[in-house]
Each structure stands twice: as structure tokens, then as C-alpha cells.
């Protein structure tokens, strides 16, 4: 078990519709990440928070958006979604913004399937 | 922008052999990392490296960090059923100017025939 909460672990929608996706880090984790993994695919980074403030942002479609609360839980929130849309999502989440480890403690995933 | 090329995707193999698997950068790392993702569940660090040159060593698993910073080799020796998986390589630039952000290869899914 990483500590890292995410909910829903599966979810299945229709295109055009909006879902969101939610995290809690591990406890005393400033930094939450999220990342998207396709069938047959390594890990796409979308996009960094650091304890409440956008820090980093990798691919991240418009129609796509995160932010992270005062609790530091974070949310992912994908709209107008699409076929192709349908992945992985991970959460992972670190001690700082800038930790030299490159450790990151990742949750279990949110499966999303569009149909 | 940076882009990983890990191989092979996929292996095949009997239980008690070695298996090698490597990654490789366009551009230059300050870190190199090993992940393995096992079903239904995220991504767990098995090996960082921090130094050009660095072997380390984890249990069966050995990790080098290639000397011109672009590539990095995993091996894991005398394989088991409980290593299947996919393993990740990774890639991380600059700590402080990008935060955390792991770069990753697509992955080896390494089945293990008992």
C-alpha cells in the first residue's frame, strides 16, 4: 500500500460527458502528480501540483483540468470526453516540489472507460 | 520533447534466467529510475540512480546509469514467477527547474513460465 487514495478505481461513461477523478496523497506529501496510462502505453505525465499551486504540465488536453485543495487532495477533471480518452489514470505523489529522489509513490489507478 | 526508447517490449521466459532489458534517451538525465508495475497496481520504484557511471544493486535486480547519461540497463538475475510484470525505466531532468517530472519508456511486460 503507497498511502496514495484514488477514487473511483473504475468508471465507465459515454462520450461527451464529464467525469472527475480524485487523489489523496500519501500524508505530509506536498506534491501530487498525474499521469495517464493507454492501453499498450508507458506513462504520460499530465500535469504537477505542489502544495496547492500548478508547479509542472507535461500533454495535458484542454479539455482536461486539475487542481489541488488546501487539504491537498487533488482532482483531475476530464470533459467533452472521447473514445480515446479511455486510459489509466494514476496519481502519485511526493514529499516537495523539487525532491532530488525521483521517487514516486503512485495510488492504484482510476480505470476510465468511454464508450 | 525527451522521449525514452525502452526495450524489448515484451519477454517471454523460463524461470531461473537472466533477463536484461535497457533504455535508452535522446537527450541526457540527471536521474535514471526503475519501476516495475505489477496488475492492478501503480507503478513501484525498484532501482534510482544519481551518477553517471552508478551500478547498484537490488536484491536480484542491478541497474547501471550509462556513462554518457542517455541510457540505462536493468538486469535481473535468476528470474522468479513474482517478478512478472511491466518495468518502467525513467528519466528525470532537472529537479528543481521542472519539479518532480519523470520522463517514461513504454515499458517491458516480462512473463515468467514457471
Known amino acids: 500500500d503507497s498511502g496514495v487514495t484514488q477514487t473511483p478505481k473504475h468508471l465507465i461513461t459515454a462520450t461527451g460527458q464529464r467525469v472527475t477523478l480524485r487523489c489523496s496523497p500519501r500524508?505530509?506529501?506536498?506534491?501530487v502528480y498525474w499521469y495517464q496510462q493507454s492501453l499498450d502505453q508507458g506513462l504520460q505525465f499530465l500535469i504537477q501540483?505542489?502544495?496547492?499551486?500548478?508547479?509542472a504540465k507535461g500533454n495535458i488536453l484542454e479539455r482536461f483540468s486539475a487542481q489541488q485543495f488546501p487539504d491537498l487532495h487533488s482532482e483531475l477533471n476530464l470533459s467533452s470526453l472521447e473514445l480515446g480518452d479511455s486510459a489509466l489514470y494514476f496519481c502519485?505523489?511526493?514529499?516537495?516540489?523539487?525532491?532530488?529522489?525521483?521517487?514516486?509513490?503512485f495510488g492504484e489507478g482510476s480505470r476510465l472507460t468511454v464508450l | 520533447g525527451q522521449q525514452l526508447n525502452q526495450s524489448p517490449q515484451s519477454m517471454f521466459i523460463q524461470e531461473g534466467e537472466d533477463v536484461s532489458m535497457n533504455c535508452t534517451s535522446s537527450?541526457?538525465?540527471?536521474?535514471w529510475l526503475w519501476y516495475k508495475q505489477e496488475p492492478g497496481e501503480g507503478p513501484v520504484l525498484l532501482i534510482a540512480?544519481?551518477?553517471?557511471?552508478e551500478l547498484t544493486s537490488n536484491g536480484r535486480l542491478t541497474a547501471q546509469f550509462g556513462i554518457t547519461r542517455k541510457d540505462s540497463f536493468l538486469n535481473i538475475s535468476a528470474s522468479i514467477p513474482s517478478d512478472v510484470g511491466i518495468y518502467f525505466c525513467?528519466?528525470?531532468?532537472?529537479?528543481?527547474?521542472?519539479?518532480?517530472?519523470?520522463?517514461f519508456g513504454g515499458g517491458t511486460r516480462l512473463m515468467v513460465k514457471p
Open positions: 502519485a505523489s511526493s514529499p516537495s516540489g523539487g525532491t532530488n529522489t525521483g521517487e514516486l509513490f
Open positions: 500524508s505530509g506529501d506536498l506534491s
Open positions: 501540483y505542489y502544495n496547492g499551486e500548478e508547479r
Open positions: 537527450s541526457i538525465f540527471n536521474t
Open positions: 540512480l544519481y551518477k553517471a557511471g
Open positions: 525513467a528519466g528525470q531532468w532537472d529537479y528543481n527547474n521542472a519539479g518532480n517530472m519523470l520522463t
